[in-house]
């Protein structure tokens, strides 16, 4: 039995996306309600000015990580994450997924990139100075995978590759619309879907609308 409940954490920046998004941050938010999770939102005292916004989920994370004990499970969902299937527990759903023997849980996506825009992790000294590390790669700062592509630059370390769990299973925890043929997409009772590459903010509207009603939409 874990020591206490699993934690929530989204870093909420970009304005202009916010009012688009508001089912998606309100979906995790009734999600820990429901399962009685805390759920942490992080906002622009994280943003550091000369990164591309999604860089600051790592010094959140490191915040938050300062604030709970060692071993508190975080599951880390970026602001365009939409819960669709609430009933599934990050206990029994995404837990048994993560070996005891490693901190972070990571799935390869439609498109077959290690993605961590939904990662589960433990808050163990080895993750804080994995997350410290992966900020400190600035090479990676205006690298189209950003923050993504200096985790994957680290995870080729043999000390940091037997930390990491990484699946070939997308809809566990990171489901798209959109992915290379025959990768399998979101459908409805999939636990979440990543709005990745969605830029039509109206029409992220109609998608999340059919998503929440059960539909199967397509990018």
Known sequence: MLAQKPIITTCILGADHIP?????????????????YTYVEGGKRFLDTRRPISWSKIPFL????????????IWQ?????????PDLTIEEHLLPLLPDSKDILLTLDSYGTMNNGSMLCRNTPWFRDFLARTYALTQCTFHPEREG?????????PSDAVMIELINEPTVMN??????????????????????????LKGLEVL??????GKTPRL
């Open 149 to 157: 592509e200096a985790m994957r630059i680290l995870s080729k370390n």
């Open 175 to 200: 489901s798209y619309l959109g992915g290379l043929p025959g990768e399998p997409l979101w459908r409805p009772g999939d636990f979440i879907i990543h709005f990745v590459g969605v830029t039509d």
């Open 208 to 213: 999340i609308e059919d998503c929440l009603a």
């Open 20 to 36: 688009s998004l508001q089912a998606c941050i309100q979906s995790k938010r009734a999600y820990a309600e429901k399962h009685g």
């Open 62 to 73: 490191l915040h938050v990580c300062s604030t709970v004990p060692d071993g508190t499970l």
């Open 77 to 85: 969902s970026d602001i365009n994450v939409l819960v669709t299937n």
